[in-house]
């Protein structure tokens, strides 16, 4: 079954205390891979795709990672604004723009 | 250029009503999908919309229905409301059926009461 999960559910970091959310998939086929920024009670706002094992991208503070079974969102030394739900989506197996997402990592920073 | 837009923001509802979201994407897109995302979950797709027709659908009822007008933009029509079906509705819109990024609007929030 086509699945994406994402860990830790929560983090808490101090400002400038560099740390990594991971999402694992399972989906038949990979056609990318896409991480999204989410603030409380607003749409998710688009921050990466990543198509191909091997691929980085970066954006200001993160930069993500793809390997064939999990991708790594890294944030080097984040500051308050930082502080977001982190989504990421696969397409279901055989679809075309369904996507399924994973439950989220709610990221907290302290200044 | 303006982004995906979705109206209302905010609506409140009886069991057993019905309601219609909409959703215009942004400039230059043809494909338009419908999300609920429940609070504390992810978005979970509900249909895609392009060239007028419903291209794909989630495990939700029939009670879910929806259209796309020639402009692209599109409507989400829920009948007989439940209390579950209190949740964020989201629109995204991308270019053709394809897996490019799909830009999100910023959700209407429906509350079953």
């Known amino acids: 079954e086509d699945q994406v999960t994402q860990s830790p559910e929560a983090l808490r970091l101090q400002e400038g205390e560099s740390s990594s959310l991971n999402c694992s998939y399972t989906?038949?086929?990979?056609?990318?891979l896409f991480w999204y920024r989410q603030d409380p009670g607003k749409g998710p706002e688009f921050l990466f795709t990543?198509?191909?094992a091997g691929e980085e991208k970066e954006k200001e503070r993160l930069k993500a990672t793809l390997t064939k079974k999990e991708s790594f969102l890294h944030i080097t030394a984040p500051k308050p604004e930082d502080s977001a739900t982190y989504l990421c989506?696969?397409?279901?197996?055989?679809?075309?723009?369904?996507?399924?997402f994973g439950k989220g990592t709610k990221l907290s920073v302290k200044p | 250029d303006a982004g995906v837009t979705q109206s209302p923001t905010h609506l409140i509802k009886t069991r057993g009503q019905q309601v219609t979201l909409r959703c215009s994407p942004k400039?230059?897109?043809?494909?338009v999908s419908w999300y609920q995302q429940a609070l504390g979950q992810g978005p979970q797709f509900i249909f895609q919309?392009?060239?007028?027709?419903?291209?794909q659908r989630g495990n939700f009822p029939d009670r879910f229905s929806g259209h796309q007008f020639p402009n692209y933009s599109s409507e989400l029509n829920v009948n007989a409301l439940l209390l579950g079906d209190s949740a964020l509705y989201l629109c995204?819109?991308?270019?053709?059926?394809?897996?490019?990024?799909?830009?999100f609007g910023q959700g209407t929030r429906l509350t079953v009461v």
């Open positions: 995204a819109s991308r270019w053709g059926q394809t897996n490019t990024e799909a830009f």
């Open positions: 989906v038949s086929g990979l056609r990318g």
């Open positions: 990543l198509y191909s």
């Open positions: 989506a696969v397409p279901r197996g055989g679809s075309q723009g369904n996507l399924i």
């Open positions: 400039s230059g897109h043809d494909t």
């Open positions: 919309y392009y060239e007028e027709e419903e291209r």
